[in-house]
Protein backbone atom coordinates (compact mmCIF):
# COMPACT_ATOMS: atom_id res chain seq x y z
CA UNK A 1 0.00 0.00 0.00
CA UNK A 2 1.63 3.44 -0.91
CA UNK A 3 1.92 6.35 1.57
CA UNK A 4 -1.23 8.13 0.44
CA UNK A 5 -3.20 4.61 0.81
CA UNK A 6 -1.96 4.46 4.05
CA UNK A 7 -2.43 7.97 5.31
CA UNK A 8 -6.73 7.66 3.47
CA UNK A 9 -6.82 4.52 5.72
CA UNK A 10 -5.70 6.00 8.53
CA UNK A 11 -8.40 8.78 8.14
CA UNK A 12 -11.00 6.18 7.37
CA UNK A 13 -10.42 4.65 10.80
CA UNK A 14 -10.25 7.57 12.78
CA UNK A 15 -13.94 8.68 11.03
CA UNK A 16 -15.50 5.09 12.01
CA UNK A 17 -13.83 5.50 15.62
CA UNK A 18 -15.68 8.80 16.36
CA UNK A 19 -19.06 7.30 14.40
CA UNK A 20 -18.77 4.24 16.77
CA UNK A 21 -18.37 6.83 19.78
CA UNK A 22 -20.99 8.50 19.06
CA UNK A 23 -23.86 6.00 18.24
CA UNK A 24 -22.35 4.86 21.88
CA UNK A 25 -23.28 8.26 23.54
CA UNK A 26 -26.49 7.95 21.80
CA UNK A 27 -27.45 5.17 22.89
CA UNK A 28 -26.60 5.93 25.92
CA UNK A 29 -29.22 8.92 26.60
CA UNK A 30 -32.01 6.60 25.41
CA UNK A 31 -33.98 5.29 28.19
CA UNK A 32 -33.53 2.35 29.41
CA UNK A 33 -37.15 1.37 29.68
CA UNK A 34 -39.88 1.46 28.05
CA UNK A 35 -43.08 3.13 28.98
CA UNK A 36 -46.72 2.26 28.85
CA UNK A 37 -50.54 2.03 30.06
CA UNK A 38 -48.87 0.60 33.47
CA UNK A 39 -45.77 2.58 33.71
CA UNK A 40 -46.16 6.18 32.23
CA UNK A 41 -43.22 8.51 31.50
CA UNK A 42 -43.65 11.45 34.16
CA UNK A 43 -41.72 15.22 34.02
CA UNK A 44 -41.87 17.62 36.56
CA UNK A 45 -43.60 20.59 34.84
CA UNK A 46 -42.29 24.13 36.43
CA UNK A 47 -44.53 27.81 35.98
CA UNK A 48 -41.65 30.35 36.87
CA UNK A 49 -43.48 34.14 37.56
CA UNK A 50 -42.40 36.71 38.69
CA UNK A 51 -42.76 38.34 42.44
CA UNK A 52 -44.89 41.52 41.35
CA UNK A 53 -45.00 43.67 44.04
CA UNK A 54 -46.95 46.85 42.97
CA UNK A 55 -49.57 48.63 44.61
CA UNK A 56 -51.87 51.58 44.33
CA UNK A 57 -52.34 54.26 47.04
CA UNK A 58 -55.19 56.23 46.75
CA UNK A 59 -55.83 59.56 48.74
CA UNK A 60 -59.15 61.16 50.03
CA UNK A 61 -61.44 63.12 48.02
CA UNK A 62 -59.25 65.10 45.31
CA UNK A 63 -56.65 65.34 47.59
CA UNK A 64 -53.03 65.03 45.91
CA UNK A 65 -51.40 65.83 49.56
CA UNK A 66 -51.87 65.31 52.57
CA UNK A 67 -52.87 68.86 54.03
CA UNK A 68 -53.54 69.36 57.78
CA UNK A 69 -55.33 72.79 58.87
CA UNK A 70 -55.43 73.18 62.55
CA UNK A 71 -57.73 75.98 63.86
CA UNK A 72 -54.85 77.46 65.80
CA UNK A 73 -51.32 77.01 66.52
CA UNK A 74 -52.53 74.45 70.20
CA UNK A 75 -54.96 72.23 68.50
CA UNK A 76 -55.44 68.56 68.84
CA UNK A 77 -56.65 65.49 67.35
CA UNK A 78 -56.54 67.50 63.57
CA UNK A 79 -57.75 65.01 60.43
CA UNK A 80 -56.33 65.63 57.39
CA UNK A 81 -58.41 67.68 54.62
CA UNK A 82 -61.13 64.76 53.21
CA UNK A 83 -60.50 62.17 55.64
CA UNK A 84 -63.76 61.53 57.79
CA UNK A 85 -63.02 59.37 60.28
CA UNK A 86 -65.94 59.00 61.74
CA UNK A 87 -67.76 57.97 58.47
CA UNK A 88 -64.82 55.23 57.88
CA UNK A 89 -63.22 57.64 54.99
CA UNK A 90 -59.32 56.90 55.62
CA UNK A 91 -56.74 59.67 54.11
CA UNK A 92 -55.41 57.32 52.13
CA UNK A 93 -56.26 53.04 50.86
CA UNK A 94 -53.65 50.87 49.80
CA UNK A 95 -54.07 48.38 47.18
CA UNK A 96 -51.69 45.49 46.58
CA UNK A 97 -52.01 44.98 42.82
CA UNK A 98 -48.93 42.59 42.87
CA UNK A 99 -49.44 38.69 42.90
CA UNK A 100 -47.87 38.03 46.42
CA UNK A 101 -48.73 39.12 49.77
CA UNK A 102 -46.83 42.08 51.10
CA UNK A 103 -46.28 44.21 53.79
CA UNK A 104 -46.40 47.88 54.23
CA UNK A 105 -44.37 49.96 55.89
CA UNK A 106 -44.85 54.01 56.72
CA UNK A 107 -42.05 56.95 57.33
CA UNK A 108 -40.90 60.47 56.81
CA UNK A 109 -37.83 60.80 55.49
CA UNK A 110 -36.84 63.30 57.82
CA UNK A 111 -36.80 64.14 61.40
CA UNK A 112 -40.59 65.21 62.41
CA UNK A 113 -40.67 69.00 63.43
CA UNK A 114 -40.79 69.11 67.34
CA UNK A 115 -44.12 71.25 67.54
CA UNK A 116 -46.61 68.37 65.54
CA UNK A 117 -47.53 64.84 66.30
CA UNK A 118 -48.80 62.62 63.75
CA UNK A 119 -50.40 59.69 64.50
CA UNK A 120 -51.53 56.77 62.02
CA UNK A 121 -53.92 53.84 62.18
CA UNK A 122 -55.27 51.52 60.18
CA UNK A 123 -58.32 52.08 61.96
CA UNK A 124 -60.83 54.88 61.78
CA UNK A 125 -61.21 54.36 65.92
CA UNK A 126 -57.07 54.92 65.28
CA UNK A 127 -56.59 51.91 68.06
CA UNK A 128 -53.25 50.80 68.16
CA UNK A 129 -51.37 53.88 66.29
CA UNK A 130 -48.09 54.47 64.92
CA UNK A 131 -46.30 58.11 65.38
CA UNK A 132 -44.98 58.75 62.24
CA UNK A 133 -41.31 59.63 62.10
CA UNK A 134 -38.55 59.14 60.09
CA UNK A 135 -37.70 55.66 60.99
CA UNK A 136 -39.94 53.31 58.79
CA UNK A 137 -42.75 51.38 60.66
CA UNK A 138 -45.14 49.17 60.06
CA UNK A 139 -48.43 49.79 61.70
CA UNK A 140 -50.84 47.27 62.99
CA UNK A 141 -53.26 45.22 60.07
CA UNK A 142 -50.42 46.10 57.20
CA UNK A 143 -48.79 43.06 57.20
CA UNK A 144 -48.91 39.80 54.96
CA UNK A 145 -51.53 41.89 52.84
CA UNK A 146 -53.02 39.32 50.24
CA UNK A 147 -52.73 40.23 46.07
CA UNK A 148 -55.79 42.68 45.51
CA UNK A 149 -56.32 43.06 49.16
CA UNK A 150 -56.80 46.52 50.38
CA UNK A 151 -55.98 48.66 53.89
CA UNK A 152 -56.56 51.93 54.86
CA UNK A 153 -54.53 54.77 56.68
CA UNK A 154 -56.20 57.29 59.26
CA UNK A 155 -54.18 60.13 60.15
CA UNK A 156 -54.68 62.78 62.89
CA UNK A 157 -51.91 65.73 64.79
CA UNK A 158 -51.60 67.10 67.24
CA UNK A 159 -49.85 70.79 67.63
CA UNK A 160 -48.11 72.73 70.11
CA UNK A 161 -47.06 76.11 69.59
CA UNK A 162 -47.24 75.75 65.70
CA UNK A 163 -45.58 78.18 63.93
CA UNK A 164 -47.64 80.35 61.31
CA UNK A 165 -46.84 79.52 57.12
CA UNK A 166 -47.06 76.50 55.38
CA UNK A 167 -43.82 73.80 56.14
CA UNK A 168 -43.97 70.48 54.48
CA UNK A 169 -42.33 66.73 54.73
CA UNK A 170 -42.20 63.77 52.44
CA UNK A 171 -43.87 60.78 53.77
CA UNK A 172 -43.43 57.09 52.23
CA UNK A 173 -45.46 54.22 51.65
CA UNK A 174 -42.78 50.85 50.79
CA UNK A 175 -43.73 47.59 50.51
CA UNK A 176 -41.68 44.29 51.38
CA UNK A 177 -42.19 40.50 50.26
CA UNK A 178 -44.29 38.61 53.20
Known amino acids: MTKEGKKNM ?23 SAYDANSPYTVTVN ?7 TFTVT ?6 SIDFNPGNRNSTNVEPDSQ ?11 VNTGN ?3 TFGVNITSAQYAW ?5 SNSNDYSNPITLSATKQTPTGWSSISAA ?11 TDAPGGTL ?10 S
Open 59 to 64: LAGAES
Open 168 to 177: SKTMEINSSV
Open 84 to 94: NAGGSTPIATI
Open 149 to 159: ASIDAYMKADF
Open 10 to 32: NKIRTIMAMLIVLLVANIMTFPV
Open 100 to 102: IPQ
Open 116 to 120: VAVTL
Open 47 to 53: YIVPNDT
